[in-house]
């Protein structure tokens, strides 16, 4: 039986696809990361978006353990978009 990525809807975000590999462990893509090796950076309107979405939920990005699952997957999804965006510290 092959094991495929499943797509998760609540990963959703303008731009960016999360998959979630196996128990709670997500990749972030983009259409064009998948289809090259070279990562493209956001545009600044996802990045500007994005940036607000971390301001607003900060408290839970920098501790997804005061969440239930799947909402901690969610929060470490963009825990992680933000440190690759520059726009929190790990």
């Known amino acids: 039986m092959e094991c495929k990525p499943k797509e998760t809807e609540a990963m959703r975000h303008p731009g960016i696809v999360g998959t979630e590999l196996d128990e709670g462990h997500i990749s972030r893509s983009t259409p064009e990361h998948t289809q090259s090796p070279s990562k493209k950076p956001l545009s600044p309107e996802s990045r500007q978006e994005l ?21 901690r997957t969610v929060a470490e999804f963009f825990r992680e978009a933000a440190i690759e965006e520059g726009l929190i510290g790990e």
């Open 51 to 71: 940036k607000q979405f971390v301001e607003k939920w900060r408290v839970f990005i920098d501790d997804p353990s005061l969440l239930d699952q799947p909402m």
